[in-house]
């Protein structure tokens, strides 16, 4: 007999319209499909040996007419393609994708296996939590349109990545953790209310028929939650056993399925005990702490969204035309390009000055605040940004080959190499589960054996009472009160291990300037040579550096006054400031050009001050210096005092460095350091002594490498945004003495872990024996899971308190 058509599509499971036949063989049996699309992709699927996929698939296809790859002709386009692609070498590309229909470990293993076989793909790598991919491929055999309808064709439609849609994504994610939580908590109000009247009415002879009544209407409220809110647990533990392996959600989505079913049972005989208020409650309360998680994990990102420079015009010198200027995006601009930067403006290409001097501030890439000169033939760097007078740059690099692109792909390598903590819990689970299930098992088989009425009801007292509720929120509760206390006190935590790795910490890395220091010059010391007074000499400063963006000049901005001001300003790059006050004319710079301008008069100065003078005498010598931080000094004694090595690592290549760590008393510093130079300091200091847990102290992106690669790291506040993003956790505030207080912090989380894993352990050990000899009735078993889970919440929030 010819098998019976099906009524859903074996592909995307929808409806088979009746008049459509299209089927095919597969395992034995007929399978039919709802258009030619889906049996296309299916047919795909089979003929290239990957038809594993429709075994271990956690969610249904999309239907193959709602793909569209003619549109994907878009991004072979040059200007497209050069907004997402990056060049790895000579003939391959790289760009991340996009895709929302990548749900499950079975779609992660039919992309990889099927596009990787593609032969212009060098490699693919996809990312389920971010519903994202990587992928790698020969540009000279391939157009990146015909991979990405090979995507479609499989039915995971990919985009090149947009942050707009990958927050448009979030957006829906979130929404659906927030459904899944509401229903959870309704239900179980409600449930809990139809408990007490069932839990009262066995003392006191309740009417069966008022007894099933509440029964079947608990069965209603609970049958939802189970199976929409619960189903990250069940989707968690099928992924898990399909793969052969335990995770905490098997016993959580056994128990949970046994009561179920088991209340279920109880409610159609009418004996027995039911569990519905167990099931609700449990998956309310397991899905608030995860949800908590999820939340802080995207609240973080939201942070600490990376700048690009995909968004900026610049102005182009056409040399075929008169010079003329043509205001282009940065897509237009090739290698060989002259470009003009004017004063303030972001540079966005590496490049070389061909006509003029300017001073370049570099803070976004090195840190440091003090601008460096630059003239005809001195490289320039993307990201930089223009001092005070306006240059021409031939561009040198596309950003795709830019010194901060180099610096994310160094970042990123670093990253390989960064150390792995795994939770506590997990490692206690690993064999915790196994035992659960092995203890349930034998419980059932004895009991069956001898009293086979009392089985049922025994395993799953079993189950519930050592449900390891207490054990999975143990150490993510912990976090999350830490977490929150951090916030409280202007921490952001990127990393969830933050809390767990701070307190091994053994040796403290910091920058110095915007980190140790508030990255803003302040007046150190005033000597006077004339009959000015101190108030008059700092008016007629500031009053010469008013057009300036120097942070010298933002130096004496408190000073300025409009009783004084300052006429015919002209900058010297490099040198100081000239300008004409009541009259006369004087000179405010450094020593090489206050001796250029007062040389008739044989005078001696010092080198490392600043002077004002007019056209007949020196004025005044002026000492600057960047303002250590409030309670630095406090913060390192006492690190010091804990048994913490410091180090001071810093692109400054200026004494200054040594000053600051002779004041600090940090034996170990090193200046004029470049990213790399960081890097290998950190890698030698671990590879000296393996044991020892390196936290990174910094704000500039010099910084980010040392922080992928160091076991903790902070980000200071006004931190560069490469910096930010890569960090463990973000310091909002300037205060150096959170740092201190994280590292307790810390200590005091991992101990309120150790007892709540203590406490939930020893509890299991206490009560399975009892429910094993039949001692505990399942009531009272979930009474019990349920304190127990109580005790653990109770005993983190402890950690909120300051």
């Known amino acids: 007999m010819a098998d019976q058509k099906a009524s859903a599509c074996f592909h995307c499971h929808l409806p088979v319209p009746v008049n459509f036949n299209q089927s095919l063989t597969y395992h034995g049996k007929e399978r039919y499909f709802c258009c030619m699309g889906c049996f296309s992709i299916a047919e795909t699927i089979i003929s290239n040996g990957l038809d594993d996929y429709y075994k271990f698939r956690t969610s249904t296809a999309p239907k ?17 393609l050069d907004s997402f692609v990056a060049t790895s070498d000579s003939d391959y590309q790289s760009i991340e994708l996009l895709c929302d229909n990548l749900q499950c470990s079975a779609c992660s293993w039919l992309i990889e296996k099927h596009i990787g076989k593609l032969a212009a793909v060098r490699k693919v790598i996809t990312n389920v939590s971010e519903q994202s991919i990587y992928l790698e491929w020969n540009s000279q055999t391939s157009k990146l349109s015909e991979i990405l309808i090979r995507f479609h064709q499989l039915g995971y439609p990919a985009k090149p990545y947009q942050a707009d849609q990958a927050q448009e994504l979030q957006q829906h994610n979130n929404k659906t953790w927030l459904k899944r939580l509401g229903l959870a908590g309704l239900g179980m109000m409600q449930v809990m209310m139809y408990a007490v009247a069932l839990y009262i009415g066995a003392f006191d002879d309740i009417d069966t028929s008022h007894r099933n009544f509440l029964r079947w209407v608990s069965f209603l409220v609970a049958t939802p939650v189970l199976f929409y809110s619960g189903y990250p647990f069940f989707q968690s533990a ?34 027995g005990e039911v569990y519905f208020d167990s099931v609700t409650m449990f998956v309310f309360f397991l899905l608030i702490g995860r949800y908590l998680e999820y939340r802080a994990r995207q609240k973080v990102r939201q942070q600490f969204n990376q700048k690009e420079f995909n968004n900026l015009l610049v102005q182009k010198i056409d040399p075929d ?15 060989g390009d002259q470009l003009l930067i004017k004063p303030g403006a972001t540079i966005a290409f590496d490049g070389v000055i061909k006509k003029g001097s300017t001073s370049i501030n570099e803070a976004m890439l090195s840190g440091e605040f003090m601008p460096i000169n630059k003239q005809t033939h001195d490289r320039v760097l993307a990201g930089s940004v223009n001092g005070d007078t306006a240059i021409e740059i031939e561009v040198t690099h596309l950003n795709d080959q830019s010194f901060i692109h180099r610096l994310k792909q160094l970042q990123r390598m670093a990253l390989l190499e960064k150390p792995q903590l795994t939770m506590i819990a997990d490692k206690v689970a690993r064999y915790f589960v196994a035992v659960i299930l092995i203890i349930a098992t034998v419980t ?11 089985a049922l009801w025994i395993t799953i007292s079993v189950l519930v009472v050592s449900c390891p509720c207490a054990l999975s929120l143990a150490t993510p509760v912990a976090l999350t009160c830490g977490i929150s206390a951090l916030n409280q006190r202007n921490f952001l935590v990127q990393d969830q291990n933050f809390l767990q790795k701070l307190e091994k910490t053994s040796d403290v890395v910091f920058d110095k300037t915007g980190t140790l220091t508030e990255g803003q010059l302040t007046l150190e010391k005033l000597d006077i040579f004339s009959a000015l007074n101190k108030e008059q000499i700092l008016t007629m400063i500031a009053a010469m ?21 300052a006429n015919q300003i002209k900058i010297y790059p490099f040198a100081g400031v000239s300008a004409e006050i009541d009259g006369a004319n004087y000179y405010f710079g450094n020593a090489q050009f206050i001796q250029a301008k007062l040389e008739h008069l044989k005078i001696a100065i010092e080198t490392n001050a600043l002077y004002l003078a007019d056209d007949n005498q020196l004025l005044a010598k002026v000492l600057l210096t960047d303002t250590i931080r409030e309670k630095a000094q406090q913060l390192t004694q006492r690190l010091q005092q804990s048994g913490k090595e410091l180090h001071l690592l810093s692109g400054d290549p200026s004494e200054q460095v040594e000053k600051l760590a002779k004041t600090l008393n940090i034996k170990h510093w090193k200046n004029g350091l470049q990213p790399e130079d960081k890097l290998k300091y950190i890698q030698e200091l671990k590879s000296f002594d393996p044991d020892r847990h390196v936290l990174t102290v910094g704000d500039g992106v010099n910084d980010a490498p040392i922080m992928a690669f160091s076991d903790t790291t902070i980000a200071m506040a006004g931190a560069s945004d490469l910096t930010k993003s890569h960090a463990d956790s973000y310091l909002l505030s300037a205060k150096l003495e959170d740092i201190e207080y994280a590292i307790n912090k810390s200590a005091q989380t991992n101990a309120i872990i150790k007892q709540n894993l203590t406490w939930s352990i020893g509890y299991n050990l206490i009560m399975i024996p009892f429910a094993i000899a039949g001692m505990i009735p399942p009531y009272l078993a979930a009474i019990g899971m349920s304190l127990s889970s109580i005790v653990v919440v109770i005993n983190s929030l402890r950690l909120k308190d300051k």
Do not use: C
């Open 64 to 80: 193959a007419e709602d793909l569209v790859p003619e549109e994907l002709a878009i991004f072979d386009e040059q200007e497209v």
């Open 238 to 271: 099928s992924r898990a056993l399909k793969s052969f392996k335990l995770n905490m959600d098997v016993p959580i989505a056994l128990a949970l399925t046994l009561a179920y079913l088991s209340s279920i049972w109880a409610t159609l005989t009418q004996g």
């Open 321 to 335: 035309n008169s010079n003329q200027l043509l205001t282009l995006p940065i897509q237009k601009i090739n290698i």
């Open 444 to 454: 059932f088989s004895y009991w069956w054996s001898k009293e086979p009425e009392h």
């Open 545 to 565: 550096e008013s057009q300036s963006e120097h942070p010298i000049a933002k130096a004496f901005t408190s000073f300025a006054s409009k009783s004084v001001t």
